[in-house]
């Protein structure tokens, strides 16, 4: 019985061996180097804020607490991520719009989500990417969206 039991532990021993490296491998690749944009969530102030870098690093390139109809010549087409610091309740959720005059294909973030670090895996409402492509925004009510960034 007994060299059974040391049988099964040196491959159960083994086994913890071969799998180990490949799980330390695959969580280095996908670690966020630092999560700049979950530091900058609270408190709320009313406000949007968009980054032209990912994980939100650096001062914010655009800020408003009201609808914008478009960003600006500098802040237009430059987002890689965004923050929703408003005021929960009523008109909470940030839909960003592709086009100016808050017009054309469009995707939310409600204040829940807070946060979304890196526009690149984000689609429009046409599935287009989100990332670099923001031009306007407005508050809304999380009824008036159907796509969500994550």
Same mark, same amino acid.
């Given at each position: 019985?007994? @060299?059974?039991?040391?049988?099964?532990?040196?491959?159960?021993?083994?086994?913890?061996?071969?799998?180990?490296?490949?799980?330390?491998?695959?969580?280095?690749?996908?670690?966020?180097?630092?999560?700049?944009?979950?530091?900058?969530?609270?408190?709320?102030?009313?406000?949007?804020?968009? +980054?032209?870098?990912?994980?939100?690093?650096?001062?914010?390139?655009?800020?408003?607490?009201?609808?914008?109809?478009? +960003?600006?010549?500098?802040?237009?087409?430059?987002?890689?991520?965004?923050?929703?610091?408003?005021?929960?309740?009523?008109?909470?959720?940030?839909?960003?719009?592709?086009?100016?005059?808050?017009?054309?294909?469009?995707?939310?973030?409600?204040?829940?989500?807070?946060?979304?670090?890196?526009?690149?895996?984000?689609?429009?409402?046409?599935?287009?990417?989100?990332?670099?492509?923001?031009?306007?925004? @407005? +508050?809304?009510?999380?009824?008036?969206?159907?796509?969500?960034?994550?």
């Amino acid at each position: 019985m007994r @060299k059974f039991t040391v049988t099964v532990a040196l491959i159960g021993l083994t086994a913890l061996g071969v799998t180990a490296p490949t799980a330390a491998a695959q969580a280095t690749e996908n670690t966020v180097a630092a999560n700049g944009c979950a530091t900058k969530t609270t408190p709320r102030d009313g406000k949007m804020y968009a +980054w032209d870098t990912l994980d939100c690093q650096g001062p914010s390139m655009y800020s408003a607490t009201g609808n914008s109809n478009y +960003w600006g010549a500098a802040d237009t087409d430059k987002a890689s991520s965004v923050i929703n610091r408003g005021f929960l309740g009523g008109l909470d959720v940030v839909m960003f719009f592709r086009n100016t005059n808050q017009s054309g294909p469009h995707t939310c973030l409600t204040p829940g989500e807070l946060y979304a670090d890196d526009l690149r895996d984000n689609r429009f409402t046409d599935g287009s990417v989100v990332t670099n492509a923001i031009s306007s925004h @407005k +508050w809304v009510t999380r009824s008036a969206c159907s796509v969500f960034l994550t």
